[in-house]
């Protein structure tokens, strides 16, 4: 037992290392592994037929959902998946182009306002490219 500076008792309990292999390691390894079953009372309480008992409740639980994506079945879920990722995709392009397209005509606003400034050739040829570029 040591005592620190509060005045309390502190008693050290070093934990028995292990390693991925098995083989023991020393104190200053970082990847060492404290032993579950010796330290939590919880590892211990999980029997082999618990174990069993859960992978087969998994397996029939995987073969029930496994039904769903057989046949005809499965294509038109896919389908339906495709068509939600598809709407996705064409909103947020939507979304982006509305962005875009209204810097555009500020843009394309703020030339023809200078182009005026200038000559009648200047606000023609502004005129010419509002129509090359209109949507």
């Known amino acids: ?49 618990d174990l069993i008992a859960e992978e087969k409740f998994l397996i029939e639980k995987e073969n029930e959902v496994e039904k769903n994506y057989r046949g005809i079945g499965g294509y ?5 998946v495709s068509k939600v990722i598809a709407m ?22 703020a030339r023809m306002h200078t182009a005026g400034r200038l000559t009648w050739l200047a606000v023609l040829g502004e005129k010419f490219h509002q129509t090359n570029l209109a949507p």
Do not use: C, W
């Open 88 to 109: 996705l995709s064409l909103y947020l392009y939507l979304d982006q182009y509305d962005v875009h397209h209204a810097q555009h005509l500020k843009q394309s606003a």
């Open 1 to 49: 037992m040591q005592e620190n500076t509060a005045g309390l008792a502190v008693k050290e309990q070093r934990a028995e290392t292990v390693s991925f292999n098995g083989d023991n390691l020393s104190e200053s390894s970082n990847d060492a592994l404290s032993p579950a079953a010796k330290i939590l009372p919880v590892s211990k309480q999980i029997s082999k037929q």
């Open 76 to 80: 038109l879920r896919l389908f339906k």
